[in-house]
């Protein structure tokens, strides 16, 4: 009987390390694997970086795994309930039919909204 090694493995921006363990009987030859995430990343997340975004880009970062029209409507749902954002997007130029935030933009969000 022995058991396998860990393994490292790069998911997203995050280093994980998986544990892989592997029990192998010689007896009757069976081989049982089971991998379990031991979730401790091993290096910081990426600071939050203020540039411009398409609107979906940045959905989707304010709303993981959801899908992007979703997040986007979700998105869209907050800018509008916030009337200070709202009324200070305004002041800055911010035109609803262009696909992407301007850096400018994405400062007032994060200022009104918090980083994503």
Known sequence: MFLSENVEKKQGQGLFVWQ???IFSAGN???INSMSSIKTPLEPEADFVIRSYTKAELAQLYSPG???AAALQNLYRWMRKCTPLSAALQQAGYDKYRHSFLKREVALIC???GEP
């Open 66 to 68: 959801r899908e992007p």
């Open 20 to 22: 892989e363990m592997s």
């Open 29 to 31: 030859h069976q081989l």
């Open 111 to 113: 200022r009104y909204l």
